[in-house]
């Protein structure tokens, strides 16, 4: 008997529809990509070319060659596991607690803290500020809340393009 797969057109419609559930199934890429590991080790998977590698070494990562081997549908012929254009990476768990708090203190100093509802000046809102500080003192009031209901007449604008020229 033949291990090779049947044929499409050799299959009745049942053997058909299998196929297609099993092919057409998004579970089966992320049961591929889901792996089981020790409770003391992390991993990720990271693309799958010398920089990104580099990058994930430098922050404590390592190839995995144990745990996700089973996984791999490209091999290079080592142990490494592969999925398209994404290698294993493993990391102490430890280790990644560390890079993900390192993280989110970036994030909370660049963005602010949602917790708190302050959000930190940017530099966009920052100089948006400044310019509307700048209209105001030549007697053009910004709108810049729903409850501003200020109007200016158009000399008052006419004179503030101009700078009082006419």
């Known amino acids: 008997m033949s291990t090779e797969p049947k044929a499409v057109v050799e299959m009745d419609d049942v053997e058909y529809r299998a196929v297609l559930a099993s092919v057409l199934d998004r579970g089966y890429a992320h049961e591929a990509l889901n792996i089981e590991l020790p409770p003391h080790l992390t991993g990720e998977w990271i693309t799958n070319d010398p920089v990104s ?3 994930a ?4 990562f390592e190839i995995d060659t144990e745990y996700a081997k089973k996984n791999s549908i490209h091999s ?3 142990s490494k596991a592969v999925y398209g254009d994404v290698i294993f990476m493993t990391i102490p768990t430890q280790r990644k607690r560390i890079i993900d708090e390192v993280r989110k203190e970036t994030a909370r100093k660049r963005i602010g803290d949602k917790k708190d509802d302050k ?3 940017q530099g966009e809102e920052t100089q948006f500020k400044g310019q509307m500080r700048d209209l105001e003192t030549v007697g053009i009031t910004a709108i810049d809340s ?3 209901s200020h109007v200016v007449d158009g000399e008052q604008i006419k004179s503030a393009l ?3 020229q006419s």
Do not use: F
């Open 53 to 55: 590698i580099a990058r």
């Open 57 to 60: 070494r430098t922050l404590g």
């Open 76 to 78: 290079s012929g080592d």
């Open 119 to 121: 959000l930190i000046n």
């Open 146 to 148: 729903p409850s501003q």
């Open 162 to 164: 101009t700078n009082g």
